[in-house]
């Protein structure tokens, strides 16, 4: 069916779907998490480093890319983050990209 479209829709629509997926599997991440915990996940809770406490900034927040960028430790107490955030992520993201293909 997106035969019928352009190559660079195609492309777009790709790019659009891995983004939600990532957004969607950092969501469930956090979902899950504070169910875990028995936390509030809506509401005016903020997402914090389970080892320190710190208040993650928007920077800290992005999906798959942060967790690369501070090579899967804690900016600030320097503590490893899970491997299971940044797979999940990419997980949602290809199945994004799969169901749109």
Known sequence: MLSVFPTS???YLCA??????LVMGSALNCLALRLAKEQ???GKSRSA???CGHVLTPLELIPLFSWLLQKG???????????RYPITEALLAVLY?????
Not at 97 to 101: D, F, R, T
């Open 9 to 11: 829709v195609i492309v």
């Open 16 to 21: 659009v779907m891995a983004l939600l997926g």
């Open 40 to 42: 509030k996940w809506s």
């Open 49 to 51: 480093c389970p080892h």
């Open 73 to 83: 430790k804690c900016r600030h107490c320097k503590a490893p983050i899970s491997i």
């Open 97 to 101: 990209v799969s169901l749109l293909l």
